[in-house]
């Protein structure tokens, strides 16, 4: 079963770079795993405790998707379609990851260039270098 979340429940408004206009579901197992089969780049979505997000789905099309680990404050999954890309999305479900689940740090592959630019764009410092990872974060 399909768990829709109200756009207003998370506190988005119309500026929030439109993406109040798609279906918001939960990242319960059901919706995961479903769009994992449609999605195999998801395959390191996680799920149960304590794992929290969103889906951003526009009609059927799976458009985003946004998973934080509640209990260390890492957001283990921001995705976003090829074809949703450049319209301010990722920034907002940042935010949201702040807001809602309290969540201001996470990881990037070093040659993931496109978004490392978009997290330092959006305030966050690199903390630590790992082999071929970045740890960034931002600051409260």
């Known amino acids: 079963m399909k768990i829709l979340i109200i756009p207003e429940q998370l506190g988005l408004e119309e500026r929030d770079g439109g993406i109040e206009k798609f279906t918001h579901l939960d990242t319960s197992e059901e919706n995961i795993k479903e769009y994992k089969k449609q999605y195999p780049s998801l395959s390191h979505v996680k799920v149960g405790q304590p794992f929290k997000g969103i889906i951003l789905v ?15 404050g890492y957001i283990v999954a921001l995705e976003i379609t090829p074809e949703y890309r450049h ?18 740090k996470l990881t990037v ?11 330092q764009k959006n305030g966050y410092k690199t903390f630590r270098e790992e082999g071929i990872m970045l740890y960034m974060e931002k600051k409260k």
Not at 58 to 72: G, I, P
Not at 92 to 100: F, G, T
């Open 87 to 104: 319209r301010g999305i990722a920034t907002e479900l940042l935010k949201m990851a702040q807001h809602k689940f309290n969540s201001y």
């Open 58 to 72: 526009d009609e059927e099309k799976f458009v985003a998707v946004l998973q934080c680990d509640t209990k260390t």
């Open 109 to 119: 592959r070093k040659t993931n260039k496109e978004a490392v630019s978009l997290y």
